[in-house]
């Protein structure tokens, strides 16, 4: 679950790290009281789960009153890289002398937390690592030993954080850490981490996202989901029990258990298309849950073509066909299926579709196969043998 970066804010300042005064808004009434509560200048900031917001425009300084009704005015509604701006975060200005870049997150090839800390902070941690990768140190962290204050400190040093300043960026990155770990975060990100000309170490920018596997254990962070800035799709999705990512592609997949999809997307890929979404129906999955999968790939208007891919263990190929047919009967999709089916009641499943009739679905035997054959119907050509 990723949080705004208000929202990150604030969970980093309950874990002893500095930020900037600040309050969130939704209207520009609330903005200017907020700016008047606060104190001039102050920065008005878009809040939402994407990059870009200042090249975008959703982030302006206001020396006044009229400029914050002005900016707060402009700025809500926005629409940045297709999330829509519905809360601002009015923070005091800062003038800064230095920008750092801190960061926490799980290293997967070592399978250790890493610690990552560099100078050259404000912009792209890649640009950083491409151009001048000796400016950002990379360290893993024992987990059953912690981030120590010495390890933290020789990280600010290596980075290159002005010695006057080492001890408090090395308070910051514990607390990071603490965030990172304590609250079951997989990322906890500060771009910039900035140095005051009165040499006060602040978090300017927060990039946390949380486990959501893990929310059980944080109750009181389960109300900081964006549900107004949550794609639609992801939302029915959750409350239908379906585990679904949206992508940025046109062929839309679904399959039984998290490897055979991530698996089916790399085929996919391959084989030249572009996935539309992640749909792991899970294991057991019947008819009506199938029907409500099927619903939820076509609500995606770019989808071109689906392909199921389905390998019965507990789910039964007779129950996947039997899904099919019924969303056929109530959606009645415009674009057309592969099916690949094998496994528990897979023979019984293709007879019921061929039974059925459905027009534009096409079987497949392999995985291979099924994936050519649903990129030839996404680009508006036949399937050649897979029909």
């Keep these: 679950m990723d949080l705004l970066e208000y929202q990150g804010k604030q969970l980093l300042a309950r874990h002893g790290l500095k930020v900037s005064a600040g309050e969130a808004a939704r209207t520009v009434e609330e903005a200017a009281q907020a700016a008047g509560r606060i104190g001039y200048p102050v920065v008005v900031k878009a809040q939402v789960l994407i990059g870009g917001r200042g090249k975008a425009g959703g982030v302006k300084l206001a020396a006044d009153e009229a400029e914050v009704r002005e900016h707060a005015g402009a700025i809500l509604g926005m629409d940045i890289r297709g999330h829509v701006v519905r809360t601002l975060w009015v923070e005091r200005a800062s003038e800064i002398a230095s920008e750092y870049y801190a960061a926490v997150l799980l290293d997967r090839s070592a399978k250790l937390p890493l610690v990552m800390f560099s100078s050259e902070g404000g912009v792209e941690v890649e640009q950083v690592a491409e151009s001048h990768p000796e400016r950002l140190v990379r360290e893993h962290v024992d987990p059953l030993v912690g981030l120590s204050r010495e390890q933290a400190a020789r990280i600010a040093a290596a980075g290159g954080a002005a010695a006057d300043v080492v001890e408090d960026v090395a308070e910051a990155l514990l607390a990071l850490y603490e965030v990172w770990t304590q609250e079951d975060a997989t990322l906890a990100e500060i771009n910039p981490l900035i140095v005051t000309p009165e040499r006060a170490v602040r978090a300017l920018d927060a990039k946390v996202s949380l486990d959501g596997n893990a929310l059980y254990r944080h109750p009181e962070n389960q109300a900081l989901a964006d549900r107004e800035n949550e794609d639609e799709i992801e939302r029915r999705a959750a409350e239908e029990g379906v585990q679904y990512v949206k992508l940025d592609g046109d062929i839309g997949i679904l399959g039984n258990g998290a490897g055979l999809v991530m698996s089916t997307l790399d085929v996919v890929a391959q084989a030249g298309g572009s996935p539309a979404n992640f749909l792991d129906a899970g294991g057991g999955s019947d008819a009506k849950k199938i029907s409500q999968a ?34 056929f009967r109530h959606i009645k999709p415009s674009v057309p299926f592969v099916v690949r089916l094998d496994g528990t009641n897979d023979v019984e499943g293709r007879r019921l579709l061929a039974e059925a009739e459905l027009p534009n679905v096409h079987t497949a035997r392999t995985m291979n196969e099924a994936a050519e054959a649903v990129v030839a119907l996404a680009a508006g050509g036949g399937v050649g043998a897979a029909a």
């Design 294 to 327: 099927v619903e939820l790939i076509l609500a995606n208007p770019a989808v071109k073509a689906v392909l199921f891919n389905i390998f019965g263990g507990i789910t039964r190929g007779d129950e996947v066909a039997r899904g099919l047919i019924a969303a």
